[in-house]
């Protein structure tokens, strides 16, 4: 076996420590779904359905009318491959569509995710960031840094706009609303 070979390694076995260290888990993957909802779908798609919840691997998805439940049932397909393609395989297993009656034209935020890469980082969030990809060589030491910066931009964003972290397992949600990964435990 050649040298080269000997000293290639697998890129789980450098980044699973440094997710474990960072505890990045399957539940900021999710919110991450629910926060890039309408890239994935468009606008369009996005003022008639909304990305309302994850539980487990299954996204739940309010829609408009039951039209609007048909139709993204048809596109359901599409929608997962453009979810794996924003947040990564293994993140969502399913996507469930219901109809509400509701529609969110006002509620899409303004911020797009070019706006996200303004939110400012806290300094000690920063310095652990660093602190974790010092260890991990490159090529995939960059890519893995832009990733764990854009969470921590999407984590600073919903404290800005008043998310709340549950006292039970750290997840952020939204306030008055119960946290989406302790509630099937509490039920």
Request: include cysteine; proline fraction near 6%.
């Amino acid at each position: 076996m050649s040298k080269r070979l000997k000293r290639l390694t697998r890129l789980g076995d450098i980044l699973e420590p440094a997710l474990k260290k960072l505890d990045i888990s399957q539940k900021t993957k999710s919110s991450m779904v629910l926060f890039l909802w309408p890239k994935i779908v468009g606008e369009r798609i996005a003022r008639n359905a909304r990305a309302e919840r994850v539980r487990g691997k299954t996204l739940f998805v309010a829609t408009r009318t039951s039209s609007w439940t048909t139709e993204l049932t048809f596109l359901k397909a599409e929608i997962m491959r453009k979810i794996r393609e924003e947040v990564g395989g293994g993140t969502i297993e399913d996507v469930r569509f219901s109809a509400s009656g509701k529609t969110w034209e006002d509620d899409i935020p303004e911020e797009k995710e070019e706006d996200l890469r303004t939110v400012k980082i806290p300094g000690e969030v920063l310095e652990k960031i660093e602190e974790i990809c010092s260890s991990i060589p490159e090529p995939p030491r960059s890519s893995f840094k832009n990733f764990l910066l854009l969470d921590a931009r999407l984590r600073q964003w919903k404290l800005d706009r008043g998310w709340l972290a549950c006292p039970l397992c750290g997840a952020l949600k939204e306030k008055g609303e119960p946290c989406p990964y302790c509630l099937p435990r509490a039920v």
